[in-house]
């Protein structure tokens, strides 16, 4: 990211940047994450940035190498902040596994994410 301050979708790109290349680098996602963080998925939840970082922390070495094609990242403002949405596919053997990330940024870092993707394919069924 650049001196000045990044636009809503330089956060979430860097964030993506961050968690996808070569597997998560969790000191560089909690820097784009504020104090009070919340994620939402159809696996997993966490009430704060340290919370998240210390389950993405346990799954990490699991995710190294992992494949993803980024469809479109999409900005558009509101009220609170400022939304914005990544598409995106998990790249398996099994086929692609399509994902839609909402987020919400406050300044220069993710207040919220909100995650949705059908988890049945990692669940064997």
Not at 33 to 44: A, E
Not at 88 to 105: H, I, K, L, R, S
């Amino acid at each position: 990211m650049s001196s000045k301050n990044p636009s809503p979708k330089e956060v979430v790109r860097a964030y993506l940047a961050a968690f996808f290349q070569g597997g998560p680098d969790v000191e560089a996602v909690r820097a784009l994450l504020t104090d009070d963080f919340t994620f939402q998925g159809p696996l997993m939840t966490a009430g704060s940035a340290d919370d998240f970082i210390a389950q993405l922390t346990g799954m990490s070495q699991s995710m190294a190498g992992l494949q993803v094609e980024i469809h479109h990242v999409i900005a558009d403002g509101d009220a609170d902040g400022d939304t914005v949405a990544a598409l995106y596919d998990f790249v398996t053997p099994m086929g692609n596994m399509p994902f839609a990330e909402w987020y919400w940024v406050r300044g220069d870092r993710i207040s919220a994410i909100k995650l949705h993707y059908d988890p049945r394919p990692m669940l064997g069924g």
